[in-house]
């Protein structure tokens, strides 16, 4: 059974940036196909970046030139390095699969993310 472990959120002024990290522990799972969600009270989970099945990479539109995804994985660590923060990137992130996958792992408990001054 895989096992993910989000961490590294926190709070932060607008501008600002974090380095979240997920950790990916149990057999079968594939860094290289996983990717950052978000969440915010109301709206079902946002697809934020992913590396895809096929080995393109997925932004969305309000992250792209802000948020680079990254993974080591001989240490089996996902990262997402978020710049140039802004209020409403405020959410609990999460990592999983890409959405795309034949997979879905068990969600963890996410990582507060707050941009506010």
């Known amino acids: 059974q895989v096992q993910l472990a989000e961490s590294g959120g926190g709070l932060v002024q607008p501008g600002g940036s974090l380095k979240l990290s997920c950790r990916v522990s149990?057999?079968?799972?594939?860094?290289?196909?996983m990717g950052w969600y978000r969440q915010v009270p109301g709206p079902p989970r946002e697809l934020v970046a992913a590396f895809l099945t096929g080995g393109s990479t997925y932004y969305a539109d309000s992250v792209k030139g802000r948020f680079t995804i990254s993974g080591d994985k001989a240490k089996n660590i996902l990262y997402l390095q978020m710049n140039s923060l802004k209020p409403e990137d405020t959410a609990v992130y999460y990592c999983n699969a890409e959405p795309w996958s034949t997979v879905q792992y068990s969600w963890g408990q996410g990582t507060q993310v707050t941009v506010s001054p």
């Open positions: 149990g057999n079968g799972f594939d860094i290289d196909t």
